[in-house]
């Protein structure tokens, strides 16, 4: 149990919620979690998984169509320069979303018209053989260890855990069984929008070139709550748009764990503060339980 | 088990389909199931209990404002004047939804604002109150008994099922326990977009005056599948709009089945056809199963 845990104070203000969340009999189904997928479950640096895999993609098609090698976000991916997107990520965290649609633009056309079976086979295939850029590992080899025994832990004690990402919704279900044990149906995520197409077969699920929803921010708990019908006890996140989510668990005289993951380990990992600037300010206002990768694990993968 | 359906061949297929997925060790990850509500689950007639809820609100708001009576859908609620709502629905479901925006406009406001909490316990209130016009039962009474009894039957037999609703989720979710067995986070079903706002206690999340999908038609399969990332074996419907679930449920080389619930019994029910059409074409062309009340069931309630 929470092996690689360092015992301390993080540990055992893990450990003391779920005692007393089952001391106190809380009912099973009002025992919900809620992760942030990158930089909270696993690695989000350099790039994010999800901007690798549609990176990948914008610079197949100006591979095909030259016309997309002047512009963005083509041109990013086709001259493998990770400056534009970082730049695009680093003024959203900070709140200026101004070069957000130019963005997201991209990210809806570089998967515009495809069945979600086809996507999800693809996204999978990625997650499974493309290696981390600079620890090597695949991708699906970067998960945290010690989160995926919190995971386990809080199932043990009759928690439902969900991903709440601001990744991508089907991406992330290719592999959320697998790499941490949540079912496909567990993963809220931003999403576009999806055509359904009567056919042979039972029909096809297609994707659209629009966004249905961007799960990050305020769209944390909304699309929480519009899923599961619950406000968590348990919400662990490590950036700026995972406040409202912390904030969103609560229980009136009840125990609530707010977990925030900070990356201080260079060593193993990477160490950062950028986007997550007003999120550690609020854990120290809010006395939230902040994670030091450096300290509170005693292993990260 | 299934007590009250009538030995014949609808119960015959039911059975069949449960038997060969348990035979064919179907895994129960991929055993899903999805039900419409209104007229599938329970009544729909004369006018479905949301529509009832909804005119309620709305008698009320003209009460206070005497402007509204003059306009549509504040005048037939006001009026108490059902024959404006049955012609837009019926208009509906023949294909021409002209009349529609006034009516969801009047929809969207009823609650525009309202804490989702607030909007919960409102809507329970009234499904456990408030009679069902002609039966005289609480609509939480008005669920058909047979189709309880499947829904018990599928999951003792490890499938998941979900409730795909054109009414509204949150309006559901109030009773879907307690009547259905089926918990808060299984209820798919329309919704309005939602506001979270920050603040003691967690924050709130507020109803806004704006639709966020119409959970009918191809929306359904669109929405099924987002929120479980699976097709379904077994789809249940009874109207024009649940036609691409049905035909969405499928499984290649496997056992589906396509349940259309047929109005034909007057004395204990109601006996329609108005708004299922085209779904009756299709069972009768596809080979779907047709449940009829009148022959199928030994009681309805």
């Not at 845990?5 to 969340?21: D, N, Q, S």
């Not at 189904?29 to 992760?35: D, H, L, P, Q, Y």
């Amino acid at each position: 149990m929470l092996a690689s845990w360092r015992e301390g104070p993080t540990r055992r203000a893990i450990v003391a919620f779920v005692e007393r969340t089952v001391a106190e009999h809380v009912p099973v189904a009002e025992r919900v979690a809620v992760f942030d997928n990158d930089g909270t479950l696993w690695c989000e640096q350099p790039l994010p998984s999800p901007a690798d895999f549609i990176a990948r993609r914008l610079s197949e098609m100006a591979d095909v169509d030259p016309d997309l090698r002047d512009r963005q976000p083509w041109k990013a991916a086709y001259e493998n320069d990770p400056t534009w997107l970082r730049t695009v990520l680093a003024e959203h965290y900070a709140g200026d979303d101004r070069a957000l649609p130019t963005l997201l633009d991209g990210i809806l056309a570089a998967y515009d018209g495809i069945d979600v079976d086809d996507f999800e086979a693809r996204s999978g295939a990625f997650l499974r053989t493309a290696r981390h850029p600079t620890l090597g590992r695949r991708y699906v080899d970067c998960a945290y260890a010690p989160m995926v025994e919190l995971l386990g832990y809080l199932e043990e004690n009759g928690f439902t855990s969900y991903i709440a990402s601001g990744g991508g919704r089907d991406f992330m279900r290719s592999v959320s069984q697998e790499v941490y044990g949540i079912p496909r149906d567990r993963v809220i995520g931003s999403a576009s929008t999806l055509t359904y197409t009567s056919g042979p077969g039972g029909g096809t699920i297609t994707h659209n070139a629009e966004a249905d929803y961007l799960d990050d921010g305020p769209q944390k708990p909304v699309r929480i709550g519009s899923r599961t019908g619950r406000r968590p006890l348990l919400a662990a996140g490590n950036s700026n748009g995972d406040v409202p989510m912390l904030e969103f668990a609560h229980r009136d005289d009840g125990a609530t764990l707010r977990l925030l993951v900070a990356h201080d380990d260079a060593a193993r990992e990477f160490a950062y503060t950028t986007g997550a600037e007003r999120a550690l300010a609020r854990a120290a206002e809010q006395g939230w339980t902040v994670v030091s990768m450096k300290d509170d694990w005693t292993r990260v993968f």
